[in-house]
T-cell receptor, first 112, second 112 residues
Framework: NAGVTQTPKFQVLKTGQSMTLQCAQD?????MYWYRQDPGMGLRLIYYSASEGTTDKGEVPNGYNVSRLNKREFSLRLESAAPSQTSVYFC???????????FGSGTRLTVV | QQPVQSPQAVILREGEDAVINCSSS?????VHWYRQKHGEAPVFLMI?????EQKGHEKISASFNEKKQQSSLYLTASQLSYSGTYFC?????????????FGTGTSLTVIP
C-alpha cells in the first residue's frame, strides 16, 4: 500500500521550460490536492479536485494547470516556468471530511 | 483566513512539556494537526471537529474551543522523535476543498 506517490522527487528547470508533476494515490480517495510549500509561508493550495472529472482553483493557481486523469491520478503542469515557482510541491489526497490529508513525499523544484 | 500559530519556535529538553496554539478569525468546522520532519512530507496527527472534543494520541493530545476558534496541541514528556514543524489546518465547513488553510508552522526542537 504505497499511499500517495509523486514523481519526480527533484527537478531543475530553466525559465520558460515546461514540465508536469505526476501524482497517484492507491487509497481510493475522491479528493486530491496540489500544494506548494515555501519558507515561512506554510502550505498553500494551488488546485484541487473534489472528485474525478472536477478541478478547482486554490489560493495560488496562477501559472499552473491541472488534470484529473482518473480517480487515482492528478497531475500539475507548469507551462512556462518562472523563478517564483521554485518551491517544494506536495500532492495530497483525502477521503471523508473526518479524515486528514495524506501527502506524497514531495517534489523539490528549482527554476533558474 | 490563514490561522495564526504560536509560538513560532520552541526548544525543549527531553521530558519537558509544550503547548502549541492555533487561532482563527473565522468560525471553524474542524482543526487538523500535522507534523513535518525536515525534508519529509507532513504527517497527519489528528482532527478535531466542531464540538470541543479533546483527542489524544499517545503523549500528544489536542483540544478545540469552538467559541474562541482556538485549538491547542499538547506534547507531554517530549521525546527526541517529537522534533519537527507542527502545522495546524482549519476549515469552515465540510467538503470545502479550497477553504482549508494551513498555519505557518511551529518549529519544535527537542534536545537531550
Amino acid at each position: 500500500n504505497a499511499g500517495v506517490t509523486q514523481t519526480p522527487k527533484f527537478q531543475v528547470l530553466k525559465t520558460g521550460q515546461s514540465m508536469t508533476l505526476q501524482c497517484a494515490q492507491d487509497m481510493n480517495h475522491n479528493s486530491m490536492y496540489w500544494y506548494r510549500q515555501d519558507p515561512g509561508m506554510g502550505l498553500r493550495l494551488i488546485y484541487y479536485s473534489a472528485s474525478e472529472g472536477t478541478t478547482d482553483k486554490g489560493e495560488v493557481p496562477n501559472g499552473y494547470n491541472v488534470s484529473r486523469l482518473n480517480k487515482r491520478e492528478f497531475s500539475l503542469r507548469l507551462e512556462s516556468a518562472a523563478p517564483s515557482q521554485t518551491s517544494v510541491y506536495f500532492c495530497a489526497s483525502r477521503d471523508r471530511t473526518s479524515y486528514g490529508y495524506t501527502f506524497g513525499s514531495g517534489t523539490r523544484l528549482t527554476v533558474v | 483566513q490563514q490561522p495564526v500559530q504560536s509560538p513560532q519556535a520552541v526548544i525543549l529538553r527531553e521530558g519537558e512539556d509544550a503547548v502549541i496554539n492555533c487561532s482563527s478569525s473565522k468560525a471553524l468546522y474542524s482543526v487538523h494537526w500535522y507534523r513535518q520532519k525536515h525534508g519529509e512530507a507532513p504527517v497527519f496527527l489528528m482532527i478535531l471537529l466542531k464540538g470541543g472534543e479533546q483527542k489524544g494520541h499517545e503523549k500528544i493530545s489536542a483540544s478545540f474551543n469552538e467559541k474562541k476558534q482556538q485549538s491547542s496541541l499538547y506534547l507531554t514528556a517530549s521525546q527526541l522523535s517529537y522534533s519537527g514543524t507542527y502545522f495546524c489546518g482549519t476549515e469552515e465547513g465540510p467538503n470545502t476543498g479550497n477553504q482549508f488553510y494551513f498555519g505557518t508552522g511551529t518549529s519544535l526542537t527537542v534536545i537531550p
